[in-house]
């Protein structure tokens, strides 16, 4: 048995077993949520549950997966098994077991059904060992569903509403620990008497790209001869925002 052959063979039947079961579980809690939430960017909510999916699939083929192999490799070497059959049945028997140390009926039916179809992928790269051409098809076979299933999930998704400028405001003024947090959350003016202050906040925005925005928070102050202000600006779309600038001094009563 040439162990470097080897690995390649039990990396490679990692890979593809983590992701296609890694897409399986995706496709299923996607097409139930579907039905749930509003179906927005589905394909990029697909690659990231893929992803979440693959971090723990992954560790538990890499590592618990991958020893149980090659000790039932290492048994078939020595004469304890002869038969195929009886490989890939071993395989699926501490898939099964893996299940039940969590006392999950659920997951120790999956944990045999990705043992197996890894113990399949492995004793097929076995018999090919020399094809190098449909072992990279069989590499790449995951990556192409993959793309595949991203493309479906971006067709049927729902187009995205319109971002507003009322939206980048509030996405801008989010969170109560922020500077700007009370200003107005549309376009407008506040006035009121803070401490003895004469307080105007000031909320505009400008369109300056498709649904991106210039938001700009504007506060002034005076009590008597005591005045000054202050200005943020902020550039905000649907997913990001970037502080473009920030002058004046801060109020005497901010804190």
Excluded at 2 to 25: D, G, H, P, Q, W
Excluded at 168 to 197: C, H, L, M
Excluded at 204 to 224: D, L, P, Q
Aim: proline share 4%; net charge negative.
């Amino acid at each position: 048995m040439n162990v470097e052959s080897m690995i390649v063979r039990k990396m490679t039947a990692t890979f593809f077993v983590t992701m296609i079961t890694s897409m399986i579980l995706a496709y299923w809690y996607m097409s139930a949520a579907m039905n749930e939430e509003p179906s927005y960017q589905l394909g990029v909510n697909f690659l990231g549950w893929t992803f979440l999916y693959t971090m723990y699939v992954g560790a538990v083929v890499l590592i618990y997966g991958n020893l149980v192999s090659g000790a039932i490799e290492y048994a078939q070497k020595i004469g304890l098994i002869k038969q195929t059959w009886l490989y890939i049945l071993y395989h699926g028997l501490f898939g099964l077991l893996f299940g039940f140390l969590f006392q999950e009926p659920g997951l120790a039916v999956a944990g045999m059904a990705v043992a197996v179809l890894y113990a399949f992928i492995d004793r097929w790269m076995c018999a090919r060992e020399n094809d190098s051409v449909s072992i990279k098809l069989l590499f790449l076979s995951p990556i192409l569903a993959g793309g595949l299933l991203w493309g479906y999930f971006q067709i049927v998704s729902e187009p995205m509403p319109p971002f507003t400028a009322v939206e980048a405001i509030e996405f801008a003024a989010g969170g109560d620990d922020s500077v700007v947090a009370a200003f107005p959350k549309k376009p407008g003016i506040w006035k009121g008497r803070i401490d003895g202050y004469h307080v105007e906040r000031e909320t505009s925005a400008k369109e300056i790209g498709k649904e991106t925005f210039m938001i700009t928070f504007t506060e002034s102050w005076n009590k008597g001869l005591e005045k000054g202000s202050w200005i943020w600006i902020y550039e905000v779309e649907r997913d990001s925002i970037s502080a473009k600038s920030g002058k004046g001094t801060a109020p005497p009563y901010a804190n």
